[in-house]
């Protein structure tokens, strides 16, 4: 019994019987470890997944960057003509660096287009069969235009300057190195045009002549505008519009082509005495363009020389500025900005100044710089607001549109003495008539030759006011007049030739340009004017109309031939006698 319970006892307590426990035995397993194990990993996979995911994208986003493999997308920017050259260049990097924005690379393409073309094609509605794709971004030469563009439906940015250019005035060397040695000012320059060279020492160069394209075209002329108004270097007032320095200018001013016209003509006149004007404004990276034959015309033999008259100045300041686009996923807005910016990184700003054009900070300038001095800049004066600058442009083709060029030819022989009406000769009824209208004119040009035997040398005429503003030629005109006297024979003919000849050489467009011949109607040499009506049609040039006018006093048997030689330039012969002469002139002027 007792070796039994000892089996049992070892067998119970050695063996276990399956499907069974012994009661108060059961054991567990902690939970922890298994959680600890289990974080672990998904930390793990979390951390090499994250990275693994990481390097993916960037590897994307690389190649996407070297090889544009997500695609292109076009930025179409219209800039002006004057820095086409650094901004293509800028592009050209741009596209070799291959930017992207939202997955798409960005390629650039330019458009020079001048701005008065750009600014009515955005307001009137972008034609595209015209002018291609719509713009994203626009670079004109002054904030005046993008200023004119205040409407949120079509800026999509505030402009940012990308480079500024001064306005200057160009000059052939001669009358440039003159000028140079008697500096003056803007606010100068109404007195100047119109005047003599007197002022710059040499008398013998005649007239100070100015070529001024028109500035609600052309921005150099509404930058000297304003330079000339701005002398507290703050931006032209509306006050400053009304100020008669603009019309005295308008009227003084001898030429209105367009820029590149302006410019080849000062360059291929011989001499100060042989250009129809002898100075126009010009921002300075345009003369420099011009200088050097990269503006699309011929380079000049001669470079044209860089005048920077004193005072503010009202400097070109290169606005870029992004377009409103219908663009929902935003990448064109964007890309303009990035772009813009861009362009203000000093890579590309070196490439502004190597092209002309002046940049904060920096005295760098191109390696070839014909004519230029680059001096120091003045003090500078904001763009007037466009509204200011539009009445001031008014102002200027009010005073230029509708006056007069006229060169007065006056008969001063003995046959001037005969009576001509209520006992006074004709030569004190001719002082009447021009002392009259010059009294009264108040835009436009006036000259003053006279005609008789002998006048100058074996000269029958000559000339004693020279075309010159009205402002200008008001006190000589009437003091010549007094020394008029009638003597000696009158030869009509080679006078009106010469007097015709000059008129046209100093033709001013915009005006309308006259020769007013006051003479008595028994000539001499009547049986000349058959020739003198060949030699006009010899000498005329359609491009530079001046009408010959006659207004003769005393009898008509030579109107036939005279009829023939107004014919030849469009214009009239009236016959009147004394108490008529002044209405009769006054009419012809437009008073």
């Excluded at 409103?324 to 000093?346: I, K, N, Q, V």
């Excluded at 100044?353 to 904001?382: F, I, N």
């Excluded at 109107?559 to 030689?565: C, S, T």
Aim: glycine share 10%; charged share 20%; with cysteine.
């Amino acid at each position: 019994m007792a070796g039994r319970r000892r089996a049992d006892e070892r067998g119970n307590s050695g063996f276990r019987v399956p499907g069974h426990r012994a009661a108060g035995s059961r054991r567990t397993v902690a939970a922890w470890p298994i959680a600890l194990v289990v974080t672990l990993v998904v930390c793990t996979l979390g951390y090499v997944g994250y990275h693994h995911l990481s390097a993916r994208l960037q590897m994307r986003a690389v190649a996407a960057q070297a090889g544009c493999v997500t695609g292109s997308m076009p930025l179409r920017i219209v800039v002006s003509p004057s820095i086409e050259d650094p901004i293509r260049k800028a592009v050209s990097h741009w596209n070799a660096e291959k930017t992207v924005v939202q997955d798409r690379c960005v390629l650039v393409e330019v458009t020079a287009l001048d701005a008065p073309t750009v600014l009515q094609a955005l307001q009137a509605g972008w034609d595209t069969a015209k002018l291609g794709p719509r713009p994203a971004a626009w670079i004109p030469e002054s904030g005046y235009w993008t200023g004119k563009l205040d409407d949120s439906k079509i800026t999509g940015s505030k402009p940012s300057s990308v480079a500024i250019s001064p306005v200057v005035l160009a000059a052939a060397k001669d009358a440039g190195t003159a000028m140079q040695d008697k500096p003056f000012g803007w606010a100068q320059l109404p007195e100047l045009a119109g005047g003599g060279w007197d002022r710059f020492g040499q008398p013998d160069w005649g007239a100070f002549t100015l070529g001024m394209p028109d500035p609600a075209a052309n921005t150099a002329s509404s930058l000297a505008l304003q330079s000339m108004l701005a002398g507290d270097q703050t931006a032209v007032t509306p006050e400053q519009t009304q100020s008669p320095a603009v019309p005295k200018l308008a009227t003084g001013t001898t030429g209105r082509d367009d820029l590149r016209t302006t410019l080849q003509n000062i360059a291929d006149a011989e001499s100060p005495t042989s250009s129809p004007y002898d100075v126009a404004p010009v921002l300075e990276v345009d003369l420099l363009r011009r200088n050097l034959g990269t503006d699309g015309g011929f380079k000049p033999g001669t470079p044209l020389a860089e005048i920077l008259p004193t005072g503010p100045n009202v400097v070109a300041d290169f606005p870029f500025v992004s377009l409103a686009m219908d663009d929902a996923s935003g990448r064109l807005p964007r890309a303009a900005t990035r772009f813009g910016a861009y362009l203000h990184e000093p890579r590309q700003q070196a490439l502004f100044t190597g092209a002309g054009l002046r940049v904060p900070g920096s005295d760098a300038k191109p390696a070839k710089t014909p004519g230029l001095g680059w001096p120091a800049l003045p003090a500078t004066a904001p763009v007037a607001d466009p509204a200011v600058a539009d009445a001031l442009h008014g102002v200027w083709a009010g005073a230029g549109s509708g006056s007069q060029s006229a060169t007065l030819l006056v008969e001063s022989s003995e046959r001037m003495a005969a009576d001509r009406g209520d006992g006074r000769p004709g030569l004190d009824w001719a002082r009447d008539a021009v002392r009259s209208v010059t009294a009264k004119a108040t835009t436009g040009r006036l000259g003053l030759w006279e005609f008789s035997e002998k006048l100058d040398g074996d000269h029958p005429y000559r000339p004693l006011v020279g075309l010159r503003s009205v402002a200008e030629a008001k006190d000589p005109v009437i003091g010549a007049l007094d020394g008029l006297k009638a003597e000696r024979r009158g030869l009509l003919t080679s006078a009106v030739l010469a007097s015709y000849q000059t008129a046209a050489e100093t033709y001013q467009p915009g005006s309308t340009n006259r020769l007013v011949v006051i003479a008595d109607g028994f000539n001499s040499d009547s049986f000349l004017l058959d020739n003198l009506r060949q030699a006009l049609l010899d000498v005329k040039k359609d491009d530079r109309p001046v009408h010959i006018d006659f207004l003769i006093l005393g009898g008509q048997d030579n109107k036939p031939k005279l009829d023939a030689v107004a014919e030849v330039t469009g214009g009239s012969v009236t016959f009147t006698d004394g108490p008529g002469l002044t209405p009769a002139l006054a009419k012809l002027l437009g008073q």
